[in-house]
Structure formats: C-alpha cells, structure tokens
C-alpha cells in the first residue's frame, strides 16, 4: 500500500484535499458563547481551505490563459501553500536499494562505485589532454581505493565484525572519489 501511495503522490494530495475540504465543511458553526479556541480554530481552518481552493482555482484560470498575469494578491496565498504540501511529498522520497545489498550505505556505496565507472569508461579516449590525464589517474586511484574499503566494508558486514572502522574508510573514499570526478568533469569543461 505505501509504495503505490508514494507512486501517486498527486492523487493522494488531491484526496487528502478534498477530504480536508469535506472536514471542513462539515463543522458546525460558532454558537455565541463557545469557547474562543473553537471560534479561532473554525476562522482558521476555514481560512486555510478558502485559500487552498483560491490558490488551485486561481491556478486552473491561469493555465487555461496563459497571456494574462496573475496579481501578487492571488499568487501569495499559493507561495504559502506550495512549501506545506511538498514537504509532504518529500517525506514520501525513498531510495530504492539494490537486491542483494546488505544495507543502504552498501547500496549507495555501489552507486557510487557505478558512476565512476563509468566516467572512467568514457575518459579512456587517447585524445585527452595532460591535465585530464592527471585528473583520470587520480580518478582511477580513488575507485580502486574506494573499491577496496568497499569490499573491505561489505567483509565485516557478512561476518559479523563491528564495522565503524570500515565505514568511516569507505566514507573517506567515497568522499575523494566523488570529488575526483568532480575535477575531471571540471577539467573536461
């Protein structure tokens, strides 16, 4: 259910939209003599879903002409909206680890060790210049450096062996290897 929830994150903010509409609509109103708190919550979330359907309306109209401009008076409400609702998707964000890894950080650590690879792959051209040369040979000691403290890390990992060390290494490497590519990139520019 949670992955098919992350895959449609457009349907399940519209449903939780229109069931927060529906909830609100739903509240009785303030009888004199309530207690404040109730005044300020229905005020409140009234507010909020009075803007919500501005913003989206105001949105719809807008895509449907887009020659006219919108006024900062029908923009704000939506600029205070956008940041709430995609810090909900954003919760919704997972990485997909690899099968047969043993953890995240191993799977991230192949990632890594992918890319790199890759670039190494792509730079083996006998056409590069001295300083791209140099960067490439750099490149190739940090992958085989970041490579080693990863099969060194993934050891400790099946056998058992606390592996802080191996990690803080593999960190270490995978750091200088990132930055490696980082400066071949730059030099190829």
Same mark, same amino acid.
């Given at each position: 259910?949670?992955?098919?929830?992350?895959q =449609?994150?457009? *349907?399940?903010?519209?449903?939780? !939209?229109?069931?927060?509409?529906?909830?609100?609509?739903?509240?009785?109103?303030?009888?004199? #003599?309530?207690?404040? #708190?109730?005044?300020?919550?229905?005020?409140?979330? =009234?507010?909020?879903?009075g803007?919500?359907?501005?913003?989206?309306?105001? +949105?719809?109209?807008?895509?449907?002409?887009? #020659?006219?401009?919108?006024?900062?008076?029908q923009?704000?409400?939506?600029?205070?909206?956008?940041p709430?609702?995609?810090?909900?998707?954003?919760?919704?964000? =997972? !990485? +997909?680890?690899?099968? *047969?890894?043993?953890?995240?950080?191993?799977?991230?650590? !192949?990632?890594?060790l992918?890319?790199? &690879?890759? @670039?190494?792959?792509?730079?083996?051209? &006998?056409?590069?210049?001295?300083? &791209?040369?140099?960067?490439?040979?750099?490149?190739?000691?940090? !992958?085989?450096?970041?490579? &080693?403290?990863?099969?060194?890390?993934?050891? +400790?990992?099946?056998?058992?062996?606390?592996?802080?060390?191996?990690?803080?290494?593999?960190?270490?490497?995978?750091?200088?290897?990132?930055?490696?590519?980082? @400066?071949?990139?730059?030099?190829?520019?």
């Amino acid at each position: 259910m949670i992955p098919f929830l992350t895959q =449609h994150q457009f *349907g399940l903010a519209v449903a939780i !939209y229109w069931i927060f509409s529906a909830a609100v609509s739903a509240m009785p109103d303030p009888k004199p #003599g309530d207690p404040g #708190g109730y005044v300020w919550l229905y005020r409140f979330v =009234h507010t909020i879903a009075g803007n919500l359907t501005t913003a989206l309306s105001t +949105a719809a109209r807008y895509r449907a002409s887009p #020659g006219n401009r919108l006024p900062v008076s029908q923009v704000l409400p939506l600029v205070l909206i956008v940041p709430l609702l995609i810090s909900g998707s954003a919760c919704a964000a =997972h !990485y +997909a680890v690899h099968p *047969g890894s043993l953890n995240t950080a191993d799977s991230a650590a !192949y990632d890594t060790l992918l890319i790199a &690879e890759t @670039v190494i792959d792509q730079a083996r051209p &006998e056409n590069i210049s001295s300083t &791209e040369k140099d960067a490439l040979k750099t490149l190739v000691a940090s !992958y085989n450096a970041a490579r &080693e403290s990863w099969l060194t890390y993934r050891g +400790a990992l099946a056998t058992n062996t606390p592996s802080d060390r191996y990690f803080q290494q593999l960190t270490k490497n995978l750091t200088d290897l990132t930055n490696a590519i980082r @400066v071949l990139k730059e030099v190829k520019k």
